[in-house]
């Protein structure tokens, strides 16, 4: 039985928002912020401060909700990798999404221009649809991966936001990545996807198909990476090629999971490459 009071239901909520993948959201609010050329502006603040706790709550929370009878099956749920929810939690899950995440919306409609609010709106629909019935995108194939394209989001709406304009290759480059990505992570979860009748591109396609599937994307998001950053460009096709050819020579869902640990940290890595080459272009005057 859970712990009362107000520490451990706190710690429950942070589980559920899984601060393992707050890089997916944050760190590309942060790099959305350099992109349009500063280290740091004050009108960003309410943005990256919405982009951990509240909007991963929000996502993965609405995940959760929804996905109990898949997340039953998953060995992996319960651990670092995503919270196993009980029924009895669906209405504290569902209180904390709105009391974390509608001031920060009220707040957004009020103070940012239509076009950072679109990308906004649409980036929370794509989300929450992607759980959430009748849409429910997770359980159609390809549909399921292409929507997390939506994961760019941020480098398009901070830019907005923040009175620039985005930089467009930074952002295809990042969707395509994102696509990618989703489809890779989720061959580890073929047998309980299928067992539960849910067909995710990874189903359809298989380990193998995945593996060409993912790599054609990632070569997408290289190229749009070069025409911004060489570096970004090569190490990003070094990891995406890695990842590729082991889950290529062994396409297995076990291949799949024993990957997953190094595709969670690939985000780390390859944002790590180009925070700091765009922290020292910005300091030295050299990022217009």
């Given at each position: ?53 509240p ?43 709105l ?5 920060f919306?009220?707040?957004?409609a009020v ?138 020579r ?16 690939f ?22």
């Amino acid at each position: 039985m859970p712990q009362a009071g107000p520490a451990p239901a706190l710690r429950r909520i942070l589980h559920i928002s899984r601060p393992v993948l707050w890089i997916n959201a944050l760190g590309t609010g942060v790099v959305g912020m350099w992109l349009a050329g500063s280290l740091w502006r004050w009108e960003a603040l309410p943005l990256l401060l919405w982009l951990t706790l509240p909007f991963n709550l929000l996502i993965y929370g609405v995940n959760d909700v929804f996905d109990q009878d898949t997340d039953a099956l998953n060995p992996r749920k319960g651990s670092l990798e995503g919270a196993r929810i009980r029924s009895t939690e669906v209405r504290t899950i569902r209180a904390w999404v709105l009391v974390t995440n509608v001031p920060f919306l009220a707040w957004f409609a009020v103070s940012l221009p239509a076009a950072a609010l679109g990308w906004i709106a649409l980036y929370v629909l794509v989300f929450v649809f992607y759980s959430a019935p009748p849409v429910r995108l997770k359980a159609r194939a390809f549909l399921d991966s292409l929507s997390n394209a939506a994961y760019a989001f941020p480098l398009v709406f901070v830019a907005y936001a923040l009175g620039e304009t985005p930089v467009w290759p930074a952002a295809l480059g990042l969707m395509a990545w994102s696509v990618a990505k989703h489809a890779f992570d989720a061959v580890q979860d073929i047998e309980e996807d299928r067992a539960a009748a849910i067909t995710t591109t990874a189903v359809r396609l298989g380990p193998g198909g995945v593996a060409r599937w993912s790599g054609a994307w990632w070569g997408v998001s290289t190229l749009c990476f070069a025409l911004v950053s060489t570096p970004v460009a090569l190490v990003n096709a070094l990891i995406a090629g890695w990842l590729v050819v082991r889950l290529g020579r062994d396409p297995t869902p076990d291949t799949g999971h024993r990957l997953y640990r190094h595709s969670i940290a690939f985000p780390y890595v390859a944002g790590a490459v180009a925070g700091v080459q765009l922290t020292l272009a910005l300091y030295f005057g050299l990022y217009p």
